[in-house]
């Protein structure tokens, strides 16, 4: 589905089904170097069992026009226009990443208009190495391959992920490359690691949260190890906000490193 934001048009993957008014609505936000495709199990499966799902590519990213995001706050922004745009009053919020720092600006901005706000991989602050820094902006391939190393805790999927014998590091690889490929005027590979890097708004964001908070954390992840979520878990906790961890024994893509535990997590936290 596509929808006009800010003057440009937006690409949503619905999960298959039609958006209908009288149903809930979850929306997906998608890391660095990533589309909407890294939620298609969790995504379709809600779509399927009663929820309007909006898995956007952001702004200047493969199917979506407009300036690729600069700041998480710019992103939040967007976010607020998408739910604008498609006439949605209140929605959950489910985010990976840098996604999930985006999903956290937005929540703390709309308040009330979220429902439940799912962090996925999440750390604050989310420093990036200025040696990944560089090697985004200057050999994008040298560090693609860099986080693909250290975000992973396997090479095989599981089945029930993108397929019987799916080669996770590869498709991650071909998947990054299409993203960076997807926008010739900016460097979203870059600029997405420096919005993530530069964000500075996180524990005063979360003591702005309204909603219950689920943490989805991977215990391998090398990208945004647990420890460095503690640090938001008590901000919701000193705001009065409900908030779960669930740790699962996967690194930093628990999408299709743990698929369906990474459903089913999304699922329980929804359906409270």
Known sequence: MYLPVQGHSTYC???????????PTVVFIHGVLNDHSVWILQSRYLAHHGWNVLAVDLPGHCRSAGEAPETVEAAAD??????????????????????????????????????????????????VSPALLESAQNEPEKALRMINVFSRSTLSAPPSALG??????????????????????????????????????????????????????????????????????????????????VLLPVGHHQMTEAPEATLFALRDFLRG
């Open 13 to 23: 993957y619905t999960g298959g089904k039609a958006f209908n008014p009288a149903q």
């Open 78 to 127: 967007f976010i607020a226009a998408l739910l604008d745009a498609a006439g949605v009053q209140t929605a959950a919020l489910v985010g990976h990443s840098w996604g999930s720092l985006i999903a956290l600006e937005a929540a703390a901005r709309l308040q009330d208009r979220i429902s439940h706000l799912a962090l996925v991989g999440c750390a604050y602050p989310m420093k």
């Open 164 to 245: 019987p014998g799916t080669w996770v590091y590869g498709s991650s690889l071909a998947l990054g490359r299409r993203v960076l490929r997807s926008n010739p005027q900016v460097n979203v590979f870059h600029r997405g690691f420096l919005a993530c890097d530069r964000y500075a708004n996180g524990l005063e964001a979360m003591a702005q949260v309204r909603c219950p908070v689920l943490l989805l954390l991977g215990h391998q992840d090398q990208m945004t190890p647990p420890k460095a979520a503690q640090g938001l878990a008590q901000a919701a906790k000193a705001a009065g906000v409900a908030v779960q961890t």
